[in-house]
Nanobody
Framework: QLQPVESGGRVVSTGESLKLSCTASGISLDRYAIGWFRQGPGKEREGIVC????????YIDDSVDGRFAISRDASKRTVYLQMNNVQPDDSGVYFC?????????????????????WGRGTQVTVSS
């Protein structure tokens, strides 16, 4: 069983950049489906950036397209969410989620049904 752990959340100013990290039990995350989700104050949790590394498929929500990106380190043990030009509406708790390995899922989206293991979240606050 995998246990995702997020880190990197903090208070930042509008327009700044931030990079969140996700690890899972120290293992390689090669060919796993990885999702980044956000829950803003008084809102439901929603998918922001989700990539299925088992099929090279990517989903980016319109609200962050052009500003956020997902990546991995060389060992594939850490997944990152690069957040550029952050805005106040980006504030919330960010969750890393992990789905299956070597799965081809078509059509691909950020639906929670694709993900089985969830981190506790890390808080991001964007001040004006």
């Amino acid at each position: 069983q995998l246990q995702p752990v997020e880190s990197g959340g903090r208070v930042v100013s509008t327009g700044e950049s931030l990079k969140l990290s996700c690890t899972a039990s120290g293992i390689s995350l090669d060919r796993y489906a990885i999702g980044w989700f956000r829950q803003g104050p008084g809102k439901e949790r929603e998918g922001i950036v989700c990539k299925n590394y088992g099929a090279n498929m990517l989903y980016i929500d319109d609200s962050v397209d052009g500003r956020f990106a997902i990546s991995r380190d060389a060992s594939k043990r850490t997944v990152y969410l690069q957040m550029n030009n952050v805005q106040p509406d980006d504030s919330g708790v960010y969750f890393c989620a992990i789905g299956g390995q070597n799965n081809v899922i078509i059509p691909w989206d950020c639906g929670q049904r694709h993900f089985h293991f969830w981190g506790r979240g890390t808080q991001v606050t964007v001040s004006s």
